[in-house]
């Protein structure tokens, strides 16, 4: 019985080894993946570049004291265009009106205590000439008349302290601009360097931004080169995604790098008429940009990545070869090819994460890709 186990296994094995050996010279070659395929194409794209941006205004004024005292009258509602100029606050003067009163007050005694020594000195001389008094006290004389000088000299300068603390109890406009929300109310008690309100300009407006180091020929080039008004170089877009109606021109590039950043600040300047943009606004600039006409863009679609590096599937004849790419800009579905395509070539366009290098691939006849592209980064 043993022996016939053994015989009708051995005679299994050698079934199930003759059919796995006319199973494996029966496979063949995978088949061929059905792809689809574009002709790569030199063109002229217009793309542009985004950087986030911050709406600021040009010039901004904080509205501080220069007095103490309290606030007895504000003189605009928040949100006024105001002009320079133009009576904000008053403090009240009543402690500052006294002061001015008694150094007026002051200066008219010194000036009495100054003809009294004119007239003892102009005495005490006369006298010398005869001989009828002595030289030390026509020397006190003489001493207290200058004093009596010094002393309307400063009655005088003090007059001008007192006036000038009576003037800052009004509160003027330093600039014309839009004015906020007071910060203070009638009553309220304020103090030197308490910030009562601000004033800023509003039209124009600008936005700042970061612009890498690499990129200052550039932008400086964009500085020299001033646009008219109907450039559209430089663009905004609103925090809702939609884009500001007018174009802007860049005012200026900051004096130096930030080292901690590698960036320089550049600020952008837009016309706001309608007051839309806002100082604080966080929005985003785009920066227009025009490729050379002999350009290669190709849809994203075609571009794998692997481990940080991009790919496309190149066509030979009916195999699909892994070419390594050089990507620039992206364009909404578009990309820059800078390096590892030319114009002729052939990729697949549809159908990308089926193949392997090398793979074999039925095609359509190729497409062309577009002659150019006006999209945003």
Do not use: W
């Not at 509205?63 to 605009?76: A, L, W």
């Not at 133009?86 to 100054?114: M, R």
């Not at 939609?242 to 952008?268: E, K, M, N």
């Not at 571009?303 to 195999?319: A, N, P, R, S, W």
Request: glycine share 6%.
């Amino acid at each position: 019985m043993k022996g016939l186990l053994q015989t009708a296994l051995l005679f299994v094995l050698l079934i199930a080894t003759s059919c796995g050996s006319k199973t494996n010279m029966q496979q063949g070659p995978p088949p061929a993946v059905s792809v689809n395929t574009d002709t790569v194409e030199e063109a002229s794209t217009v793309y542009y570049d985004n950087y986030p941006a911050t709406v600021t205004a040009l010039i901004q004024v904080d509205i501080k004291p220069q007095v103490s005292g309290n606030i007895t009258g504000v003189y605009f509602h928040d949100g006024d265009h105001v002009r320079k100029g133009e009576k904000l606050y008053s403090i009240d003067p009543q402690q500052y009106s006294g002061a001015y009163q008694q150094s007026i007050a002051n200066v008219d005694v010194a000036k009495a205590n100054l003809v009294k020594a004119q007239k003892n000195a102009d005495r005490y001389l006369e006298l010398q000439k005869n001989d009828a008094i002595a030289t030390q006290t026509v020397d006190n004389a003489l001493a207290d008349l200058d004093a009596a000088k010094q002393q309307v000299i400063a009655a005088q300068a003090n007059v001008q302290s007192v006036a000038t603390n009576l003037k800052y109890t009004t509160i003027y406009s330093p600039i014309d601009g839009t004015i906020g929300i007071s910060d203070v109310k009638v009553g309220t008690s304020v103090y030197p360097q308490t910030l009562l309100n601000t004033v800023s300009t509003d039209d124009p407006i600008a936005a700042d931004i970061a612009v890498d180091q690499a990129l200052i020929p550039k932008f400086t080039e964009l500085l020299n080169n001033k646009a008219s008004a109907t450039d559209s170089t430089f663009t905004i877009t609103l925090p809702d995604g939609s884009v500001y109606q007018y174009s802007g021109h860049i005012s200026f590039l900051d004096r130096a790098v930030d080292p901690t950043t590698g960036t320089i600040r550049a600020r952008i300047v837009f016309p706001n008429p309608e007051k839309m943009l806002k100082a604080g606004i966080t929005a985003s600039v785009r920066v227009k940009n025009q490729s050379a006409p002999n350009t290669i863009v190709i849809p994203y679609k075609c571009v794998i990545e692997q481990l940080g590096e991009f790919f496309v599937y190149k066509v030979q004849d009916t195999i699909a070869l892994q070419t390594r790419v050089a990507l620039g800009n992206k364009i909404n579905g578009m990309v820059i090819v800078k390096d590892g395509l030319k114009a002729g070539d052939i990729i697949v366009s549809d159908g990308v994460q089926k193949l392997r290098d090398s793979s074999a691939i039925n095609t359509g006849k190729p497409k062309a890709l577009p002659q150019s592209s006006s999209t945003s980064k």
